[in-house]
């Protein structure tokens, strides 16, 4: 009986206070598409900023992979540096090594892309060139060697990106109007958490 007495003296003290809230403080919720547009582009930012903080990582062949930089290896052709293997002693990133790790880190491990070029294309979806966004995945040719190369677009026209061997994580400002990379742009691509 007590306890209902002591229950009922607490409501009409409570009920001011709860009444003096506004209800003006709450905002309805995001439409579906708008909150999943804006998720996409914070996405996007994060990817972009776990790549801007790589600058001036190493390059390694072979190197990086969703935890990081690697130790790299050397194969007939690449890793090597004036007849030195360089990628078994550098512990870096190459270019799909350098951008699997910034989806996989930026998206908290939902976004899982292969540690190689072509399948990072194919596992994303194409991007026009004048819709281009901060963590979109620039890819390169040349007619030796299809899809060779790829950087994570960072906004305002620049690239970071993991190029060879000898060199270190950099970001190459108005990437698509410098002529080696304009000439060999194959197209962008925008990954993404799986569907369902």
């Not at 506004?22 to 999943?36: K, L, V």
């Not at 390059?59 to 890793?79: K, S, T, V």
């Not at 390169?140 to 060779?148: G, N, V």
């Amino acid at each position: 009986m007590l306890g209902l007495a002591l229950g009922a003296g607490l409501v009409p003290a409570l009920a001011p206070a709860a009444l003096a809230t506004p209800a003006a403080t709450t905002s309805p919720p995001a439409p579906p598409a708008a909150s999943a547009a804006s998720s996409a582009e914070a996405l996007g930012r994060r990817v972009a900023a776990v790549a801007a903080a790589q600058i001036g990582v190493p390059y390694a062949w072979g190197g990086g992979d969703r935890l990081g930089a690697g130790l790299g290896f050397c194969d007939e052709e690449n890793g090597w540096l004036n007849g030195v293997c360089m990628g078994e002693k550098t512990v870096g990133f190459d270019c799909s090594g350098l951008s699997l790790y910034c989806w996989y880190r930026a998206s908290h491990g939902t976004v899982e892309l292969g540690h190689y070029t072509v399948a990072q294309f194919n596992l994303s979806a194409p991007v026009d060139r004048t819709a281009l966004a901060p963590g979109d995945l620039l890819f390169f040719s040349r007619p030796d060697a299809p899809l060779h190369h790829v950087g994570v677009y960072v906004g305002d026209g620049a690239m970071i990106h993991a190029e060879r061997t000898g060199t270190l994580v950099a970001r190459v400002e108005n990437v698509l109007d410098v002529p080696r990379w304009a000439g060999e742009f194959a197209g962008a691509r925008r990954p993404g958490p799986p569907a369902g």
